[in-house]
């Protein structure tokens, strides 16, 4: 394809600057970098970028002010921040939704879960529309069990499906209400219909009316993404629909710039990884279209071309540190593609390259707070910019790596100051250290901190902050880390390349010669795309093979056709099939590429050999006698990029020259630190660390122990040397105090990780109902990560209980079982795995790590182990005080058999009725906890055991410190002796609550005259209350602070005997758990007068049979609060489960959701009004047994903090 004697250029257009890598005739490079937003220079960076190379290298003037002629141009490519930035900003077109009649507010509730679990005001971005056309349209899906007689005319969709068409589009009340949205100037229109992807008929009608009235863009989901699952769908539809037009207006204005514009081929990076012509370029496929880029440029250079002497190549971690961010990828011979992510608050289903982004860049904010060194996540942007840009900006990572000499102003341009004439500001810079340093000192009571020694603390806190989203998606994915090769990129990650692959045990650092531009060079590399892609609904099976081969080839002949017209040659062109596959009743689909076909497989290949494979490596098991499902069928396309080799170095026959030396501060002090200009540098040299390699786009830190070396092409590689531990001892040290609570909650984190990873129920592995934690050797919490809140104090009270009740009889290879009230547990659903850490030497166990799940189905009077009007806790399933789930290392799969079907023993109840699952996801709680065990282990290996146990207190000091400093600012403005609230359940049950609090922090929470015990169960343990309190002081606590029983140290429980949160041992109990503790958080709050009421309980539905069961917590409105109101149709306080898509509840389960939305006006007036509740109506298909626990429906309403009521609707269910 290529043409002989012109010019290609490579444009990455950033949020803040605009990188080119150029190929000019004759082999020539050129790299240029300019400001992306200049407007007093240029209008447009890229085809400024152009004409400053073509002006030059051709020798003949060119006029800003004049279209550039297009006759020397072969291609332009083009990644960039357009829709990202339009996304971010909410500075998309003006946008309008139509969707199926009563799901209006399906898109605002989304999945129901808040961001953030102890953020009060739940803050959520906006939606991407303005307005809301209801289309009148239904179809359902057919099921072959359903009893309702109907009789609408059957569709088959695309996946085979057969579909009833209730209700046909109503065109005419269309029309009238795409009128009105027309009238408000609003011209872009997203489509989202439920069942549409098999089914798109209605929406073509209604895209085909639209366009008729005037609509300028209109997005169809079933064109966009025709994937299973509205609410994503949804979200990605209207992406496309609010980011498409942006990016025709700027392709528009860009071209606008050339003459001859039908001879100009311009490619734009797809968030695939792969490009497309400037007419495809559509917004839902856009949003990475920067990053991607970098991560081709690191895959083709720091994987293919591997410098590895002959050896098996080893997988990359990208590794792309910015000035706001750090975006972190993992490549291993092929790109790993996920189908749907969060950016900037919005799902978007579509073909992305998998890239985590974590908060912390060269422009993270630095600041000291309750004891710790926190690195952002607010980052000082480009402008003002870190204090050193000398525009009165905050301390940052960069000034850390200034002030400790790795930055040296006089290799910088000046551009800084006001007037951007000035160089970095060194003193600034050092003025705000030494502020930051004294208050440093003074909070730890007078410690000799250098400032210094605290810009590195800052340093390698940051440090520790990347590290995480790489853990995740190494160890997190069952990856080892250390056997990976760093690659790293971006403006900033050179100086941190070497900490960050110490920190890991990566010993090998890969830095491409064009690192500060990679995301431009790797548009050279990268393949120009076409996908083509439909749903599917077939079992991968022998009878189903032939069809899935005829779709693949259809779908690969579209995408040759396609590539063909483009200019590419049939040999140029190579096409990948995938299927997108998932076990039955289950809703994990993996997107596979087939391995070598048998005569068991399709002729494209064996995907089941392939799926089977993935699923172990993601999940750690597979399940060998359930059916596969075929999700979709997709055929990528590939216009092989270019194949060049960049020019090779002149190979050193001297050693480097180092063009200065200076000193740079390291664990220590000042080291000598030579300085080498990398483009005086050449094949062969090798440079030992401490040095700093400089060119025009980075600075790379070599640090001490490690070595450098230019590889043939001027690449540079750095021999990492092994981690060196500073003397950590087992005094407070404010920096390792950081450093620790990063690792103590990372062991939590990704002990959840596993646990969603290997378990197999709806309710953990989807729904995300589970909590995992780390627990001192007594039992007391030390850190717990934020899954589920009514977990959150809860478990340490089983934890303290099972070593109480067990004594001595704790062994290595025993993990142990629980779930009764009186041992620490919440409700009996809710199952704890304890298992104890031990460690060489140690006779007695040095942690313990646990989990909490929640099972769908333990037995009991009614299916879902949630009965409404149990007055026993026989009747709600299985009861385990104590049992050793595992003994010695051996799964007591019997033992556990016998204890499920134990229900079975009592009048009216049955044992479990899916003992398969409760078996696989006590596995999966079982190697959450090993993985948790190893982490433990390898922390405690680095620092030693009496290191790590005492920074295990020094943590929980530092949250009881800040609940004592909270609780001291209430003191001082309390009114009276003490604090007091009073609710009541429906029935009529008090909840009384006092609180006193001491001058030094410390308070009382009395609970007297609280209402005596209840015969239903509404009665509350005791975990579920401490829980509560521990949620609500974290809350009340402005900051971040880490989550252990510190915080509970300084309150006093007082709960009466025999009071409804004092229930005796065969008290029924699984409504005190999901609806009582709703109203101990309102109760609390009520008496600091925090904020309104929210909707007090959690909506529990659970429906079923003997052959299946379903159970879901329906969103509520949360309360209002002084400068916010308050969240509508959101999961609030002690719980955030998921809700199940419709399209997936309908698909799965034999019901009908007639409409789901808020339920206007129920929240409650005011100054700043309380959020709406929603309406939830369902129709089951045949008889199915329903149970319902829920609150606020009697004479007690939730109150307003200016004693204004707010009302929350019920979930109404219809059974047929």
């Known amino acids: 394809m290529a043409a002989s004697g012109k010019f290609r250029f490579c444009i990455d257009r950033g949020g803040t600057f605009t990188d080119v890598y150029a190929q000019c005739p004759g082999g020539k490079v050129r790299v240029l970098k300019l400001l992306s937003e200049d407007p007093s220079s240029y209008p447009d960076a890229p085809r400024e970028a152009i004409r400053r190379i073509l002006e030059q290298e051709l020798g003949a003037p060119m006029p800003a002010n004049e279209p550039l002629s297009c006759s020397a141009i072969q291609w332009i490519r083009m990644g960039t921040t357009v829709a990202t930035n339009a996304l971010l900003e909410r500075k998309g077109e003006r946008t309008a939704l139509a969707i199926t009649r009563g799901f209006r507010d399906l898109l605002y509730i989304g999945n129901q879960s808040r961001p953030d679990l102890f953020d009060l005001t739940v803050s959520m971005p906006e939606t991407l529309y303005e307005r809301v056309v209801e289309v009148k349209e239904r179809v359902v899906l057919c099921q072959g069990d359903c009893q309702l007689g109907l009789s609408h005319p059957v569709v088959v969709g695309s996946t085979g499906e057969e579909l009833y068409e209730v209700e046909p589009v109503d065109v005419a009340s269309l029309r009238q209400d795409l009128a009105a949205v027309l009238a408000l100037g609003i011209r872009s229109l997203a489509v989202v219909l439920l069942h549409s992807y098999t089914f798109p008929a209605h929406e073509q009608v ?23 699952r509205a609410v994503p769908r949804g979200f990605t539809v209207c992406a496309d629909a609010y980011l498409t037009p942006c990016i025709k207006k700027y392709v528009a204005g860009f071209t606008s710039g050339f003459k001859d514009k039908e001879h100009l081929k311009v490619l734009f990076m797809q968030s695939d990884g792969g490009l497309t012509p400037m007419n495809r370029f559509v917004g839902s496929r856009a949003i990475l279209s920067g990053p991607a880029g970098g991560v081709v440029g690191y895959a083709v250079t720091a994987y293919h071309h591997q410098l590895c002497g002959g050896c098996q190549r080893l997988p990359v971690i990208g590794f792309d540190m910015g000035g706001t961010s750090t975006d972190v ?14 950016v900037a608050g919005v799902v978007i289903q579509s073909p992305q390259l998998d890239i985590s982004t974590v908060a912390a860049g060269g422009g993270s904010m630095l600041c000291f707070r309750a004891g710790l060194f926190v690195v952002g996540p607010e980052s000082a942007g480009a402008n003002p910019g870190p204090a050193c840009y000398s525009k009165g900006g905050p301390l940052t990572v960069t000034d850390a790596n200034l002030c400790l000499g790795r930055l040296l102003p006089s290799y910088f341009p000046k551009i800084f100051g006001p007037n951007e004439d000035q160089p970095l500001n060194e003193p600034a810079m050092l003025l705000g250290f030494q502020r930051l340093t004294d208050k440093v000192n003074e909070a730890l009571g007078g410690e000799g901190l250098s400032v210094q020694e605290v810009a590195l603390g800052y340093v390698r806190v940051a440090v520790e902050s990347m590290c995480k989203p790489i853990r995740a998606i190494t160890q997190g994915k069952g990856h080892d880390t250390s056997s990976h090769v760093l690659a790293c990129f971006g403006g900033a990650g050179g100086q941190h390349a070497c900490a960050v692959a110490k920190a890991l045990g990566i010993s090998t650092v890969y830095i491409h010669r064009y690192s500060g531009i990679l995301s431009a060079y790797g548009l050279a590399l990268a393949d120009v795309v076409h996908e083509a892609q439909e749903p599917c609904a077939v079992h991968y099976e022998d009878s189903t093979f032939q069809y899935l081969d005829e779709r693949l080839d259809v779908l690969s002949r579209e995408c040759v056709d396609e590539l063909e017209k483009q200019g590419f040659k049939r040999d140029e062109i190579t096409t990948q099939p995938y299927l997108h596959l998932r076990y039955d009743k289950t809703d994990c689909p993996i997107m596979c590429a087939p391995l070598k076909a048998t005569e068991n497989s399709c002729r494209h290949g064996d995907f089941k050999a392939s799926f089977t494979q993935h699923y172990h490596c993601e999940f750690g098991f597979t399940i060998p006698n359930r059916a596969i499902v075929v999700d979709d069928v997709r055929v990528r396309g590939l216009g092989r990029g270019l194949s060049f080799q960049p020019h090779p170095l002149q190979e050193a026959n001297a050693p480097p020259v180092v063009d200065t030396v200076t000193q740079c501060y390291f664990e220590g002090g000042y080291v000598e630190t030579s300085v080498y200009l990398q483009e005086q540098l050449c094949y062969g040299h090798r440079m030992e660390g ?25 690449d540079v590689l750095i021999e990492v040397g092994s981690e060196s531990i500073p003397c950590v001892g087992t005094g407070l040290d404010a920096i390792h105090l950081s450093i620790f609570s990063h690792r103590f909650m990372s062991i939590a984190e990704q002990m959840g990780r596993v646990l969603q990873r290997t378990s197999i129920s709806t309710n953990i592995k989807e729904r995300l109902d589970f909590s995992c934690a780390l627990f001192g050797p007594t039992g007391g919490l030390v850190a717990n990560a934020p899954h589920i809140p009514v977990h959150l104090g809860a478990m340490q009270e089983a934890v303290k209980f099972q070593i109480q009740y067990l004594g001595g009889d704790v062994r290595e290879g025993d993990v142990i079982l629980s779930n009764h009230p009186s041992a620490g547990g919440s409700h009996l659903p809710d199952l704890t795995v304890i298992t104890p850490v031990f460690y060489p030497e140690q006779e007695k166990p040095v942690f313990f790590v646990a989990n909490r799940g929640h099972h769908a189905e333990i037995g009991g009077i009614s ?84 290191v790590v146990q005492a920074y ?141 009421a929210s909707q007090g309980c959690m909506n529990n539905t659970v429906f079923g049979d003997e052959s299946m069961g379903y159970y879901e917590t329906v969103a509520g409105g949360a309360g209002a609060g002084p400068g916010w109101h308050g969240r509508s149709g959101v999961h609030t306080h002690m719980t955030n489960t998921r809700i199940t898509d419709p399209e997936i509840l309908e698909r799965r389960y034999p019901v009908v959701l007639k409409q789901f939305h808020l339920n206007r006006g129920t929240g409650g007036l005011g100054l700043y009004c309380g959020g709406d509740g929603v309406l939830r109506e369902m129709l089951f298909r045949r008889p199915l047994t329903l149970s319902v626990l829920t609150e606020r429906r009697g004479p007690y309403k939730p109150y307003g903090l200016e004693g204004v009521c707010q009302w929350s609707a019920q979930c109404v269910c219809t059974v047929h």
Request: with cysteine; aromatic share 6%; charged share 20%.
């Open 690 to 714: 401490p040095c700093i390699l400089i060119d025009t786009n980075s600075t790379i830190l070599v640090e001490p122990g490690c070595v450098a070396s230019i590889s043939k092409h001027g």
């Open 206 to 228: 209604v895209g085909e009316v639209a366009r008729e009235m005037g609509f300028t863009h209109v997005s169809l989901s079933s064109q966009v993404m025709p994937m299973v």
């Open 952 to 1092: 295990m207190a020094y943590i929980q000091e530092n949250a009881e410190g800040a609940v004592r400093d909270m609780l001291k600012e209430v003191s001082q403005s309390m009114q009276g002796p003490s604090l007091s609230a009073l609710e009541h359940l429906d029935d009529g049950t008090a909840i009384q609550l006092s609180i006193s609090i001491t001058s030094q922090g410390e308070a009382t929470f009395d609970f007297s005259g609280t209402g005596r015990l209840v015969a239903g169960n509404l009665n509350a343990p005791r975990a579920v209350t401490l829980s509560a309190i521990l949620y609500c002081l974290r809350c009340m606590v402005a900051h971040d602070v880490p989550l252990n029983q510190g915080c509970l140290k300084p309150v006093k429980v007082v709960i009466p005997e025999g009071s409804v949160l004092d229930p005796r041992e065969d008290s029924a109990v699984v409504g005190g758990n999901v609806l009582t503790c709703q109203r101990l958080v309102d109760v609390v709050f009520k008496a600091f007068a925090v904020c309104a």
């Open 329 to 342: 990828s993992r490549y291993t011979g092929e790109y790993e593609h996920i189908f749907e992510s969060t």
């Open 863 to 946: 299916p879902g182990s949630m009965p409404p009007f149990s007055k026993y806790l026989w009747q709600e399933g299985m009861c385990v005080k104590s049992f050793k789930l595992v003994q010695n290392g051996v799964f007591q799969e019997e033992g556990l058999v016998r204890l499920l079907e134990s229900p079975g023993t009592q009048p009216g109840s049955s044992g479990s009725r899916n003992i398969r699952d409760n078996i696989s996801d006590l596995r999966a709680q079982v190697a959450a906890n090993q993985k948790g065990i190893h982490l433990v282990r390898e922390l405690i290996d680095v620092y030693s055991l009496p």
